[in-house]
């Protein structure tokens, strides 16, 4: 039994910046790999960023130079350092985790940028 349990949502100014955390907890044995998706109102969830247990890491090209991805294996965590935060930034974000395999959802952090 998993839980992902996302933190650091906001409300925020443009030009702002977040960071979002992403803890696991449970019976967690192997860390396949950790992203983030965000979903906008109206729209289809997208990949935003992830690492690989190599620490390889891929971007959506929307927030390529803005956000940071980077994981702690040790602490079971993810986090997403958000920098230059844009009005079209704002949706819910979630973490997702494939853990001995298994992918796992976290449920939503809401991340709002006013211009």
């Known amino acids: 039994q998993v839980q992902l349990v996302e933190s650091g949502g906001g409300l925020v100014q443009a030009g702002g910046s977040l960071r979002l955390s992403c803890a696991a907890s449970g019976n967690i044995g192997t860390i396949n790999g950790m992203g983030w998706y965000r979903q906008a109102p109206g729209k289809q969830r997208e990949l935003v960023a992830d690492?690989?247990?190599?620490?390889?890491?891929r971007y959506v090209d929307a927030v390529k130079g803005r956000f940071t991805i980077s994981s702690d294996n040790a602490k079971n965590s993810v986090f997403l350092q958000m920098n230059n935060l844009k009005p079209e930034d704002t949706a819910v974000y979630y973490c997702?985790?494939?853990?001995?395999?298994?992918?796992?959802w976290g449920q939503g952090t809401q991340v709002t940028v006013s211009s």
């Open positions: 690492i690989g247990r190599d620490g390889s890491t």
């Open positions: 997702y985790a494939v853990l001995n395999l298994i992918g796992h």
